[in-house]
């Protein structure tokens, strides 16, 4: 058997952090089993479903290098074979045709409510001549569920769980306009992608009884079903604005890189010993439905933001210096030319030591990018003095003897602040200031070598002027 599992979201709104983790579950478990990861669009509800919402779901999954095996499947083209299936049903006598009108509907659910009972629907066609109808009459399928004993679900992540056969009614599987029930057009697709596991969050759960009950009625082989817990706050509440970002293009655009939330993501709810930072392979090689926990996960956005840390100091230089590069230009002011690229890629391996994210690490760089005069900080001005800034004329003219090398340049200014007889700390400061416009930066000779002779020498005589 060839493993193959699904990605089914529905495409009216934004792609969220927990569908994300539903997918790299799906996509891991897959290639962990050498098997294959697919995608259906649900968009049978036409009113809320949108070309941009589609769009957004694709750009999220190529974004985490969650590729699939087939093209994606778009469940509204299917209409046809969900209708087949149900007229299928009807004819073996696993469905009935059912007349209740919408007034009918409201009137059972109204005594139903006045009486204290569950809005549960009884249809009286289900054993009923359909002949009885008035002509013409329009009419639902509903699937005629099994009324003794319990539908179970061996689930790989909630172990067994069962509910009694009185507690579900006959589902309307085909509407009366010809479209289908979500539940029944679910089953349908699944069937016919050979999907073997499904793998989705724990509020499908009471859906899986239902959905159970459609293979049953058609024969059909079931696949494996796992219910992973859902993602909540940090106070155990629900996932919402309040706690943060919450879909992939928010965390996209706050500056995480995919591989980082990735490796966050298949920590949450999933364990391997004490391993913490995982690569896509091993994540492959390590990831199994077994290893993922009942209890909800608590969205750690610190913990995040230190994942994403980690693998920004891992990351390729010359990508980070796109990244930071296309997010520069979207700051008014800055020359973004050549120059300015090539001292951002120079200091890159310093400055991300220190960034959590690509936000960061961009502002951190923008000065490098900045025309003279440079703007600065209160606590950078509060440094240029007028002792400082004589001061500064004087290190110009030790820096312009050196060959601008990183030990030349350290060299030029120890000399400078032992000839003078200032602590290095007295002059570095001021000259951090110059340079950077701020009182925080990475190592001040690696600054200069980044700026290189002319760049830094222009702006030290900008600032002590």
């Not at 219910?227 to 293009?249: C, E, N, W």
């Not at 951002?344 to 994210?357: F, H």
Request: proline share 5%; with cysteine; glycine share 8%.
């Amino acid at each position: 058997m060839t493993v193959r599992t699904r990605f089914a979201p529905s495409p009216t709104g934004l792609l969220h952090i927990g569908g994300a983790r539903t997918a790299l579950f799906n996509y891991l478990f897959a290639r962990h089993h050498g098997g294959q990861f697919l995608l259906r669009i649900e968009d049978t509800d036409r009113a809320r479903s949108t070309p941009e919402a589609t769009q957004v779901i694709l750009d999220g999954l190529a974004w985490l290098g969650l590729e699939t095996d087939e093209a994606p499947l778009f469940q509204s083209t299917r209409q046809a074979r969900h209708a087949e299936v149900a007229q299928q049903m009807l004819a073996a006598g696993r469905a009935y045709k059912c007349f209740l009108t919408a007034a009918d509907l409201e009137q059972m659910r109204a005594q139903a409510r006045a009486e204290g009972r569950g809005p549960r629907i009884d249809s009286p066609w289900r054993d009923r001549d359909p002949a009885e109808a008035p002509p013409g009459a329009p009419f639902a399928i509903r699937l005629r569920a099994p009324r003794d004993g319990e539908t179970v679900v061996d689930d790989l992540v909630q172990s067994e769980v069962r509910v009694a056969n009185t507690e579900l009614d006959d589902m309307i599987i085909l509407r009366s306009d010809g479209s289908p029930t979500y539940q029944h057009a679910v089953v349908v697709d699944d069937h016919d992608m050979g999907i073997t596991h499904v793998i989705r969050g724990d509020d499908h759960l009471t859906n899986t009884f239902r959905q159970v009950q459609i293979y049953d009625a058609m024969g059909w082989e079931k696949p494996r079903f796992g219910h992973v817990s859902l993602i909540h706050g940090a106070d155990g509440t629900k996932l919402s604005k309040r706690h943060g970002a919450q879909s992939i293009t928010e965390f996209r655009d706050m500056g995480y890189l995919p591989e980082a939330l990735c490796n966050y993501l298949l920590r949450l709810g999933w364990g391997h010993g004490d391993a913490e930072i995982l690569s896509r392979a091993e994540a492959v090689a390590l990831f199994d439905i077994d290893g993922v926990g009942r209890a909800a996960s608590r969205m750690d956005y610190a913990k995040l933001a230190h994942v994403n840390g980690v693998w920004i100091r891992a990351a390729d230089d010359d990508r980070l210096t796109r990244e930071v590069l296309a997010r520069l230009a979207r700051q008014p002011g800055l020359a973004l030319g050549t120059a300015a690229a090539h001292r951002i890629r120079a200091l890159l391996p310093q400055l991300k030591e220190r960034a959590k994210t690509l936000v960061e690490l961009a502002d951190s760089a923008a000065f490098l990018a900045h025309p003279l005069p440079l703007a600065m900080e209160p606590k950078a001005a509060a440094l240029l003095t007028a002792e400082n800034r004589l001061m500064l004329r004087e290190v110009a003219a030790a820096l312009a003897a050196s060959d601008f090398s990183p030990s030349g340049l350290d060299a030029a200014l120890r000399g400078y602040a032992e000839q003078t007889g200032r602590k290095l700390g007295s002059v570095a400061q001021p000259l951090r200031a110059a340079l950077t416009g701020s009182t925080v930066s990475p190592g001040i000779d690696a600054v200069l070598v980044a700026l290189g002779r002319d760049e830094a020498l222009g702006r030290i005589a900008a600032a002590s002027a």
